[in-house]
């Protein structure tokens, strides 16, 4: 990501501490919600160009990331979901580790998007109540990461 871009931090109090905390200590602190381990996803805002940085259920296989837009089930889509749209060059953040990706979102129903989406809602279930939930609003997009080209 351009160095040239602030940061602008979330202003969901939570929110904010959450990263804090997962970036002071390698993820030691603030890497568990609701019991399970999350990741810290940076983006840059398709209106301010600043990073956003938020935290999300971790599902991983073999150093492959996804990441589910659920937004906990509410009728639009997260932000960091339009932001990754904008632009797909994303960071990631999994306890001291840090890697640059490239987002691409899985089309529903693709042999590869199954594989994925079995593995977050095994990772967290809640992900196939929401899809349910949403069924009739809007989707909930699978995004996979790829390791950003060297």
């Given at each position: ?19 804090e ?79 640059g ?47 950003e080209?060297?």
């Amino acid at each position: 990501m351009p160095p040239e871009h602030s940061y602008r931090p979330s202003p969901v109090d939570d929110v904010r501490r959450q990263v804090e905390d997962y970036e002071a200590t390698g993820g030691q602190t603030g890497g568990i919600h609701r019991g399970l381990p999350v990741v810290i996803l940076t983006t840059t805002g398709a209106r301010t160009g600043a990073f956003r940085k938020t935290p999300l259920m971790k599902v991983e296989c073999g150093g492959r990331y996804a990441l589910v837009a659920s937004s906990g089930g509410s009728a639009r889509a997260p932000a960091w979901y339009r932001n990754l749209l904008a632009d797909p060059r994303v960071t990631l953040q999994d306890g001291p580790r840090r890697a640059g990706y490239v987002a691409r979102e899985l089309a529903a129903g693709t042999p590869e998007w199954t594989e994925w989406w079995d593995r977050a809602t095994a990772t967290f279930p809640r992900y196939a109540q929401y899809r349910d939930q949403l069924r009739d609003t809007r989707a909930v997009p699978l995004i996979l990461l790829d390791s950003e080209p060297e």
